[in-house]
């Protein structure tokens, strides 16, 4: 295009100023080419003659069209140069508030000195994974680009941050790191990417500082690189460190500071671990007060200092070393505050030995004080005979205790990235890294020097890398298209490199006079302008001698020679470094001692990390000069960049006040010159900087095609045949394979044809469109003035139909209105005279009844004033008589007194006291002495008659035996019935005192149970109480709210209870993935280490028979009483307190008693009949036989009475266990009904039993007797052989009884001496042994009545603490609001009927498992009893019937199904293989939905129905173990998934029908009913299959989004549902090869119809498999939710699809998904309700934005999002034509303004990884097990139909 058609009338250009650097105009006139002057207008409408000359002043630079402006990729531009660059950043920045922007391969990030909400977890999802380009600019879109292309092309990538001090480096550096450690953390527990982040603390406090520009400025260069393994996780990292600025350390300028390091520590100076370091402020401190500002605003150092020890800790350095540390950071401090006294002479000087500073220094360091005051003021001269000593001047001493300062520090500095690189070591073989290059800046300064000049020189390096790879991309971009092209001059700044680092270059001719013994910088200036002064960048300062210029790549550069050699030598005296090297410390002493491959001193050392050791050199070349080593060290550098692919971000400073959001256009011209910026500007628009893709091409460009060529199929040939057409010139464009390439300036010609195009097409549609819209006003006006005519007329004839139905009406309403006044008017009279009648009538009345009235009261006054007057009569005297008695009465008493007073003091008195008593003692000494003397006499007489009653006792045996024959025994029976009444006596005696103690007993116990009414009444009082304040206070908060507040707590319930269902199902979801990783360690631990040999694994069976919760029961449980006891104590007192099984078990017990008695009274019976057979004959002595069923009673009867005692005690343990448990429980008054019920059933059986007992007893003394007679016989008989006898029955019991018998009377000798046969003894023991008892139960009675009285006492003391708190409750109540009452009171309650669930539940469930139990017992007995019949009735018929002759055949009757499956244990692995392991959805399509659940439970049924408890726990353990085996390996298959987690739920819900729970029955059938669990509670498993069913869920969710992820963002956002819909606008971003995935056609892409039917699919599958409708809902607006995060994330990150027409799009899309949702019946899911962000931001894409009306209906329509996330839309928002306008920067804060009162969260994205809380609901099965069918596929013939 020639310049006459480019420079027209209205065609707007940049011309250059000095304030704004470039400024905007418009040519008012057009140009012809040749004219010497532009006619330009200026903004604020200012006319101006823009001189144009050939050479001097060139033709101004065109500016871009306004649809252009605000590009993501500056080279998308169709003019590239300065002005266009400049101003697309500065409307980025300031009006979009965009930090970043692409610039080709560059990442151009500004500095917005504002933190901003763009860099949290949920942003790095957005990007991961997302093409570079895709999204709006970021630094993670760079770092996703350096990873993803490490991954995908294997080859090391870097990442190379550059800027100037302030600019942002250290941050974007920081950002980058944290991308990788979000993406690529560790597989293993390392922690290493957090390691890799704990790393910057320390690094920022050690190396960066305080400077006029930066408040947190990087002082040395870092190069980092992140190891990845083959997995691409990070294992590990290394640090390269460049030219630390040691200088900083003694010097700062003014209002900069000294590293941040010293000034934490100095903050942290008073903690108890650092007093020891003798530090305080840091203003006392000469290294750190030179700035003369210690302080940074908003920030805390002694917070940050926290952080860095934190740090050093996350990387593992020890305590010890960290105080180390500090110890040689505090010694740097001190050792500047040594003051250096010059002498007199000048020459020499000296430190003063009290010098505390010094003292502190020796002392943290550990070296010797005296050696190091010497050598700070003196140096050695070494020559080649002799070594001299020489004293140092005040300035060279300070000098070097500078030097040495510096040196400290950077050997410390050095240490510690030593130490973090060795924590950060990988700990396994490294694949690949990103480095990550965090370098300064280009620096030009007032004055420059040697740091600058190895900044610069660094610079240089880069910026000759980066040219050379941007033009390596370029070309290689167009020979991917197979375009020609030519060779692209480009700057190349190797001469400048050259005149640096060449030989005899600047640095070699300063390493040389380094070396001279006297060399200076001003000899080095001379000879660098003797060698250099010819180079064309090199130049001489006019006037300076001792400077010189450098023309740099981004200007020129004047650097002070001053300094140099200093610098580039590092002096340090060896003498100091010495005393260093010795001292005690270890960690000081290896700082400076030589390592293995390092040179010795390492003071010239500038923190570079050597790749491989080099070998020891010689001494003349141990000290290499700084330059030298940062040469080196660059070399290094470049060499790792040239061998990985770098990616670049360069980082401006908009502005030097920090000021947010502010932008300096000289500043950031200066910045991007310096930083290539601009190169690459002018690199891409040297050759073909705008690139289109065929198919965008025709979208955008089809306006100017005619209609033939839109309908051939060649796209490629339709945009070929168009170009040629509209652009003449070949050279300006190239068709390349994918891409239409066009040379700058081409695109803005197409737009302007495009707009044309438009214009006059908009004017042939408002020509048509105003005609049409007259001739529809015309219609209008006609159809008006018709319709007003005809309403008029009719208006008029209505008005006179009105007037005669009105004339009328009047005459009627006055007829009726006289009637009515004339009518009132006699009742008013009327009513008048009655009333004037009846209050006559009751005033007469009241005067009468008033006067009689006043006389009755008249009369009662006078009667009580009487009355009154007498008794005070009466008093009076009364009172005075009384006092008269007590008068005289007391005179007596005193007179009394008195005398009794004289009596005692006389001395008589006292002696005859004394005489009665002294009587008294000597009577009782003689009654003593007599007693005694008695006492022996009787002794003497009872040995006598002992002797005499021997004698006497013979004879009378003799006499016996004589006597025997004629008397059997009858006066010693007398002598025992008499011996028995007196015993009887005393029984009574002892029960009559028992019976007082009861009495006693029960009178305190009625006093107790009144006191305890009295309480509970009391308490009952307070809950009345309690409850009217309760209906009070709600009452009063229900009239003080209205409805909307009851709705809104409703919905605040909800909200908390879907947050802790949500929160549950966190835990779930991490519990899951936390077992998954268990099991892939455990997996991969199995795979690693194999050992040799035969290991054993533990079985399962002993961990499952632990675990069951249903212990079998033996019969042999059902009569013990011990079992009884425990039974209560697992029960609970109140259940057993109403389980009537225990007594049932007593009193069964009570009847074996009763059937022991019965045996006992008939073998009493026996031996009575045989005494009475054998008496008349004569017996032989006693027999074996008779002695053996003796002993047998005798063994009985013992065991009875143990058994006895055994009974009692366990009733006692079971009282006093009762007891205690009613004492523990207060919670409800049925509990002590239940108690005292139990314990007169207790009562009543101990009565029953005491019976039972005495009825023993008499038997026992029938035994004693009938023995006693037997005995007697045998006696008389011994001489007679025993003739007829019979044989025991059972001989072997009575020997046995016989032995022990005997062995009972070996051990009681002491009573069988009273005669022979023992008969007085027996009885005796007999009644001894029944007063025992008696005493025991009285025992027993007392104490079970002190146990009732201590557990009354319990109670009362629990019901008096139930009564404070519930007054202290009722008080703090008192002092809430009305709302807080009723809050609190609803919680309260809500508590109580918690507590109350529970306590029932437990009851219920207890009660449930004994009746199950009893259930059992009682089947087995019924088992039992129809065995014993059967068998008997087999013996009986066997016995009856004669013998068969045939053989007959029984037929079994063919029982019903009953619906459950029997199986061996030993298939319970076919089983589960079968139904789960290797079960396809496909077996069991054509079958009853979820078939597995369904056989499963059947198999549980019949293991329930056999009471197998074993059985049911291990086929659920593994039925759940095998579940979970098939998810993981099956994790990514939806189907699989979904069909398991219908089979879970159903098994879940089938579980709950047939438990038994009223609660899930309420819709079964009655078969189902039967059906039912009988033995075991499942309630356990249950809730473990309820997790199962969640995790399953949440991995379900997971493998959806899995799937239609990719789907989402091309099919709602890129695919045109509304066909010719969608403008595609200037394309942003050129795409580079490398970050495509695919191939020419790009990302695959997808449609809403693929999405909708991918929905679709999902639904069908989840319905196929039977997944409950609620489940599947729950589903679909978990995927919905997906949908819209991914959605609007991506609209909130991409500026290409923020548009008008995207907005229609993206309505039209949601629109299909309510349908869809619609149409499957899943609206009610609120599913749609997701979708409502999605939709608002579509709605705010198509408004109008201009007035203030526009955004109060933006704020009222934008309910759903985020003030944050409605900003960033309108500054996304772009424009794809002429006719549309930005949204202005007013109207955005109009916006903020508007919605800043809202309380939105600070996150601008959404949560793609939120989920909601699922609910399972309870869902039965109409299904009947019993109609059932299994089909023969699935190879289940070991089952049987029960």
């Not at 050791?613 to 030298?628: A, D, F, I, L, Q």
Request: with cysteine.
């Amino acid at each position: 295009m020639s310049v006459n058609e480019l420079y027209t009338k209205y065609t707007r250009v940049w011309i250059p100023d000095p304030d704004d650097v470039w400024k905007a105009a418009e040519i008012t006139r057009d140009y012809k080419e040749g004219e010497a002057v532009l006619h330009l207008k200026l903004e604020d409408e200012t006319p101006l003659e823009y001189p144009v000359g050939p050479k001097s002043n060139p033709l101004p630079f065109l500016r871009n069209p306004d649809i252009l402006v605000g590009e993501n990729d500056l080279t998308a531009l169709s003019y590239l140069h300065e002005p266009a660059v400049l101003h697309n950043l500065r409307v980025r920045f300031l009006e979009s508030n965009h930090i970043y922007t692409y610039c080709g391969i560059v990442l151009v990030a500004i500095n917005p000195y504002e933190q901003l909400q763009i860099y949290g977890e949920e942003v790095i999802n957005a990007y991961s994974g997302q093409n570079m380009g895709d999204m709006d600019p970021h630094i993670f879109a760079v770092a996703e680009e350096a990873y993803k292309q490490m991954a995908r092309d294997e080859r090391n990538q870097s990442i190379i941050v550059s800027g100037e001090s302030g600019a942002g480096k250290t941050v974007s550096a920081k950002y980058a790191m944290r991308f990788f450690a979000t993406v690529g953390g560790s597989a293993n527990d390392t922690n290493v990417e957090e390691k890799v982040l704990a790393s910057s603390p320390i690094m920022e406090a050690i190396g960066n500082a305080k400077t006029t520009r930066n408040d947190n400025s990087s002082r040395f260069g870092k190069y980092i690189q992140i190891g990845f393994s083959r997995r691409y996780h990070i294992i590990g990292a290394n640090m390269r460190t460049y030219l630390l600025e040691k200088s900083r350390v003694v010097f700062q300028a003014e209002d900069e500071r000294n590293y941040h390091i010293f000034y934490q520590l100095c903050a942290s100076a008073s903690l108890p671990e650092f007093r020891e370091l003798g530090l305080t402020s840091a203003e006392d401190f000469t290294f750190t007060s030179l700035g003369e500002n210690i302080f940074i605003e908003g920030v805390n150092d002694a917070d940050d200092f926290i952080k860095t020890r934190e740090a050093f800790t996350l990387l593992g350095i020890k305590e010890s070393s960290q105080s180390s540390v500090f110890k040689v950071v505090a010694s740097i401090l001190h050792l500047g505050n040594i003051e250096i006294c010059s002498e007199r002479d000048g020459e020499s000087c000296h430190i003063s030995r009290d010098d505390v500073h010094l003292q502190h220094f020796c002392r943290l360091l550990g070296v010797e004080l005296q050696q190091m005051e010497h050598w700070l003021c003196h140096r050695k001269l070494a020559t080649t005979s002799e070594t001299y000593v020489k004293n140092m001047s005040s300035k060279q001493a300070s000098n070097a205790r500078d030097a040495l300062a510096k040196h400290i520090y950077a050997r410390m500095f050095d240490w510690i990235v030593e130490h973090i690189n060795m924590s950060l070591q990988a700990s396994s073989k490294q694949h690949s890294f990103i480095g990550v290059l965090d370098i300064y800046g280009f620096e030009t300064f007032e004055v420059n020097s040697f740091e600058q000049f190895c900044i610069n020189y660094a610079n240089e390096k880069l910026q000759q890398q980066f040219n050379s790879h941007v033009f390596k991309l370029e070309q290689e971009e167009y020979m991917k298209e197979q375009i020609p092209w030519t060779l692209i001059d480009f700057y190349d700044n190797q001469p400048c490199i050259d005149l640096i680092e060449a030989k005899l270059g600047i640095l070699d001719l300063l390493d040389e006079e380094c070396k001279v013994p006297k060399g200076t910088d001003q000899n080095w200036a001379q000879k660098l302008y003797k060698q250099h002064s010819s180079s064309a960048h090199f130049q001489k300062p006019r006037m300076s001698n001792v400077s010189f210029i450098i023309i740099h790549f981004a200007d020129k550069v004047e650097y002070q020679c001053e300094g140099f050699l200093e610098k580039n030598r590092d002096t340090v005296y060896e003498e100091q470094i010495n005393i260093l090297k010795a001292s005690q410390f270890q960690l000081v002493a290896d700082l400076f001692n030589d390592k293995d491959g390092v040179p010795s001193s390492k003071s010239s050392r500038v923190n570079v990390r050597a790749a491989k050791p080099t070998p020891k050199t010689p001494n003349r070349e141990h000290r290499k000069t700084v330059g030298h080593q940062f040469r080196s060290s660059l070399h290094l550098l470049m060499e790792t960049l040239n061998a990985t692919t770098p990616h670049y971000v360069r980082c401006i400073k908009p502005n030097d006040v920090k000021e947010a959001f502010s932008f300096d256009s000289s500043r950031a011209v200066q910045q991007l010159r310096a930083c290539g910026v601009l190169e690459t500007i002018r690199i891409s628009a040297a050759g073909y900087p705008s690139r289109w893709t065929y198919p965008d091409f025709f979208s955008r460009y089809r306006v100017l095609l005619k209609k033939s060529d839109m309908m051939s199929a060649d796209k490629k040939q339709v945009c070929r045949n168009l170009l040629e057409t509209l652009i003449k010139e070949p050279d300006m464009y190239q068709f390349g394979k994918t891409k239409i390439f066009f040379r700058a300036g081409q695109v803005a010609y197409l737009e302007k044809i495009r707009a044309d195009k438009f214009r006059s097409a908009c004017i042939k549609i408002q020509k048509t469109v105003r005609g049409w819209l007259q001739r529809v006003r015309y219609r209008k006006i006609r159809k008006s003035a018709i319709t007003l005519q005809r309403y008029g007329r009719g208006y008029l004839a209505r008005r006179y139909a009105e007037f005669l139905r009105l004339s009328r009406a009047a005459l009627i309403c006055q007829k009726q209105y006289r009637m009515v006044r004339d009518r009132r008017a006699f009742l008013r009279v009327r009513q008048a005279v009655v009333t004037i009648q009846a209050h006559t009538r009751g005033m007469f009345t009241r005067r009468i009844y008033w006067e009689f009235l006043m006389h009755h009261k008249a009369m009662i006054i006078q009667k009580s004033v009487r009355g009154w007057l007498q008794r005070k009569k009466f008093r009076r005297a009364r009172a005075a008589a009384i006092i008269i008695q007590c008068a005289y009465r007391r005179r007596l008493a005193k007179r009394r007194l008195q005398q009794l007073k004289i009596e005692a003091r006389s001395a008589q008195h006292l002696k005859k006291l004394n005489t009665g008593m002294e009587n008294k003692i000597v009577q009782l000494q003689r009654k003593m002495d007599d007693q005694s003397k008695e006492l022996k006499s009787q002794n003497e007489q009872l040995q006598q008659v002992n002797v005499t009653l021997g004698s006497e006792v013979n004879k009378l045996q003799k006499q016996l035996e004589q006597a025997r024959g004629q008397q059997a025994g009858g006066g010693q029976l007398t002598s025992l019935q008499e011996e028995l009444e007196r015993l009887r006596e005393e029984l009574q005696e002892a029960e009559a005192r028992n019976k007082k103690l009861e009495e006693e007993h029960g009178t305190e116990k009625q006093s107790l149970q009144q006191r305890v009414d009295e309480l509970q009444r009391e308490n009952s009082l307070l809950k009345t109480e309690k409850e009217e304040m309760n209906q009070i206070i709600v009452q009063l908060s229900k009239s003080s709210e209205d409805g909307s507040s009851v709705s809104q707590k409703e919905a605040t319930l909800q909200k908390e209870l879907d947050q802790e269902r949500q929160r549950y199902q966190n835990l779930l979801k991490e519990f899951s993935r936390l077992e998954q990783r268990y099991d892939n360690l455990k997996e991969e631990v199995s795979l690693n280490k194999f050992h040799p040999g035969h290991r054993r694994n533990p079985s399962n069976v002993s961990s499952l028979e632990s675990d069951s919760n249903y212990p079998s029961i033996s019969t042999s449980e059902v009569g013990d009483t011990e079992d009884s006891i425990q039974l209560v104590e697992e029960m609970g007192v109140e259940k057993a307190a109403m389980d009537i099984s225990l007594f049932m078990k007593l009193q069964k017990r009570v009847r074996e008693l009763e059937t022991e008695r019965k045996r006992l009274q008939a073998s009493v019976d026996k031996m009575e009949e045989l005494a009475k057979r054998k008496g008349s004959e004569s017996r032989s002595p006693t027999s074996e036989t008779e002695t053996a069923d003796l002993a047998y009673d005798s063994l009985k009867r013992q065991e009875l009475e143990t058994e006895n005692k055994k009974l009692k005690n366990d009733l006692n343990e079971l009282r006093k266990t009762i007891s205690e448990r009613a004492s523990q429980n207060n919670s409800s008054n049925e509990l002590q009904d239940g108690y005292n019920l139990l314990l007169s059933q207790l009562k009543a059986a101990n009565e029953e039993l005491d019976a039972r007992k005495e009825e023993v007893l008499i038997l026992r003394t029938q035994i004693v007797s009938t023995a006693e007679q037997q005995k007697n016989n045998h006696i008389e008989s011994e001489n007679v052989p025993e003739l007829n006898s019979k044989e025991p029955i059972d001989k072997e019991e009575a020997a046995k009884a016989y032995h022990g018998l005997t062995e009972s009377k070996n051990t009681q000798q002491d009573w069988c001496h009273l005669n022979e046969d023992g008969e007085l003894g027996l009885a005796y023991q007999g009644l001894k042994q029944v007063a025992r008892l008696l005493e025991a139960q009285l025992q027993t009675q007392s104490r079970q009545h002190k146990d009732e009285l201590e557990a009354l006492h319990t109670q009362i003391e629990l019901l008096r603490d139930d009564i404070e708190k519930k007054q202290e409750i009722l008080n703090y109540m008192s002092s809430l609001s009305p709302e807080a009452k009723v809050e609190y009171s609803v919680q309260q309650e809500i508590t109580r009927l918690t507590n109350d669930n529970l306590d029932l539940k437990e009851l219920v469930e207890k009660l449930e498992k004994n009746e199950r139990k009893l259930k059992k017992q009682l089947r087995i007995y019924m088992k039992k009893v129809q065995e014993l019949e059967a068998s008997m009735a087999a013996a009986q018929s066997s016995r009856s019937k004669p013998e068969l002759i045939r053989q007959v055949t029984v037929q079994r009757k063919e029982k019903d199904f009953e619906g459950m499956l029997e199986y061996n244990k030993e298939d319970e692995a076919l089983l589960l293989k079968a139904l789960i392991t290797d079960m396809r959805p496909s077996t069991v399509s054509a079958t009853v939905p979820c078939l597995p659940a369904y056989i499963l439970f059947m198999c549980i049924r019949h293991a329930d129905y056999i009471n197998d408890d074993q059985k049911v726990e291990a086929l659920l353990t593994s039925t759940i173990n095998s579940i979970k085996k098939v998810l993981k390996k099956n994790n990514d298959d939806f189907e699989m998934t979904s069909f398991w987690l219908a089979n879970t739920s159903r098994l879940l819900h089938c579980l709950k029908q047939y438990s038994g729970d009223e609660a899930f029955m309420t819709q079964n059938t009655s078969k189902q009913n039967e059906h039912c669990l009988k033995n075991f509670d499942l309630a356990e498993y249950r809730q473990v299959l309820s997790d199962l069913s969640i995790q399953i869920y949440q991995q379900l969710i997971k493998v959806a989004e899995g799937i239609i992820q990719p789907m989402i963002v091309s099919a709602m956002l890129e695919s045109e549902s509304i066909p010719s819909l969608a403008g595609v606008k200037p394309m942003g971003y050129r795409n580079r090869s490398s970050s495509m995935d695919t191939d020419a056609g790009g990302p695959s892409s997808y449609t809403l119809e693929a999405l909708i039917r991918q929905l679709g699919q999902f639904h069908g599958i989840m319905g196929q498999h039977g997944l409950d409708p609620e489940i599947a809902g729950q589903v679909v607006r978990q995927l919905f939710h997906c949908i819209n995060a991914i959605t609007l994330n991506n609209l909130l990150l991409r500026k290409d699809v923020c548009s008008w027409s995207t907005g229609m799009q993206l309505r039209y899309n949601t629109s299909q998904m309510e349908e869809w949702l619609r149409a499957n019946n899943l609206y009610q899911s609120n599913a749609a309700a997701t979708l409502e962000p999605i939709i608002q931001a579509a709605q705010l894409l198509q408004v109008k934005k201009k007035t203030t009306q526009d955004a109060e209906a933006i704020c009222s329509l934008c309910t759903s999002l985020t003030t944050q996330q409605i900003v960033k839309i309108l500054n996304l928002y772009t424009p794809l034509n002429e006719f549309e306008e930005r949204v202005t920067v007013s109207f955005i804060r109009t916006i903020q303004s508007s919605l800043q009162d809202r309380n939105d969260p600070p996150q601008l994205l959404l949560d793609t990884k939120q989920t909601f809380p699922v609910l399972f609901p309870y869902t039965p099965s109409a299904l009947s097990l019993e109609t059932l069918h299994i089909p023969a596929s699935l190879d289940l013939d070991f089952l049987i139909r029960v």
